[in-house]
């Protein structure tokens, strides 16, 4: 419960009206959620007035991501918990300007520090950064006008100003740098990333070995044949009008997609050219 001689806020963790793992901190809400195929996710909500024992599913609209268990829910709670103390105590200051960025007119901005504001628009956001800031931003990764868009771009600004972020940020903050700009990572902090540390460069390399591959594009499970995924594939994956496309039977056991695609072995995976069960095949779409 809240702590009232200490005027410190404490984590309250119950279960809702219909059995659910649920906590509060202040005035955020999480709950322990099922998903349909029996897997669970954080949701958040905001200012529940109710007692814990009262709250239910329908109160709660975010989604935080996937916990395997109860553990895990408590771990991502605490998580949350130590960022929002963090953000309070960097004295950040939310003010109303309009100002124009390249997502629209600011309807409102976070200030992190003299230079560094997080505007909000209608449809997007992002950090702009004065010029004298924007010098401190590492070449390999500085925008030109010192904007840097809300979705991943924001990253570059927290691992070149970490004094202003909180532990939380940063760690996300790392992780979005290595995934989409790795040169820069390794680069900035003198590491090489291996495999598995980033997304974009895990890409590349299964890119290059599987270049002269039968990679699927598309699948669908088979009408003609019970148990096998119908698939259409191409060397290395690619795309485009001049590209040539086989299709392929590949039993429904062994279709497994992995990050970045499903490569056909054709030792064990037949080449199919019957009736097909894609709209596309069907009525002469593709080839």
Not at 2 to 15: D, H, I, M, P, T
Not at 65 to 84: I, L
Not at 107 to 127: D, K, M, N, P, R
Not at 194 to 209: H, I, V
Request: net charge negative; with cysteine.
């Amino acid at each position: 419960m809240s702590a009232q001689n200490s005027g410190v806020l404490e984590v309250e963790f119950g279960r809702s009206a219909d059995n659910f793992l649920v906590a509060r901190f202040g005035d955020v809400a999480f709950a322990m959620l099922p998903t349909s195929d029996n897997r669970f996710f954080l949701a958040n909500g905001w200012k529940l007035g109710a007692p814990l024992c009262e709250w239910r599913r329908s109160d709660f609209y975010g989604h935080a991501g996937q916990v395997a268990d109860e553990d895990a829910f408590r771990a991502k709670v605490a998580e949350h918990v130590e960022h929002r103390r963090e953000r309070d105590a960097l004295g950040r200051v939310e003010t109303f300007c309009r100002v124009s960025t390249p997502w629209g007119v600011s309807q409102g901005a976070t200030i992190y520090a003299e230079g560094v504001a997080c505007h909000s628009t209608a449809g997007h956001g992002g950090f702009k950064l004065s010029a004298d800031r924007n010098r401190r931003v590492h070449p390999m990764l500085r925008a030109r006008g010192g904007w840097y868009e809300e979705d991943a771009a924001w990253a570059i600004v927290a691992i070149t100003f970490p004094e202003l972020f909180t532990s939380f940020e940063r760690r996300c903050a790392e992780r979005s740098v290595k995934d989409y700009w790795p040169e820069a990572f390794e680069t900035i902090f003198c590491v090489t990333l291996g495999p598995g540390e980033s997304y974009s460069k895990d890409r590349k390399a299964f890119q290059k070995a599987h270049a002269s591959d039968w990679v699927v594009t598309s699948a669908i499970m088979s009408d003609q044949e019970p148990g096998v995924v119908e698939c259409i594939a191409t060397r290395g994956g690619e795309h485009g009008p001049h590209i040539e496309v086989r299709r392929f039977f590949v039993p429904s056991s062994e279709y497994h997609v992995g990050r970045f695609g499903f490569v056909i072995d054709p030792a064990r995976h037949s080449v199919y050219d019957g009736p097909s069960s894609f709209i596309g095949w069907r009525r002469g779409e593709a080839s």
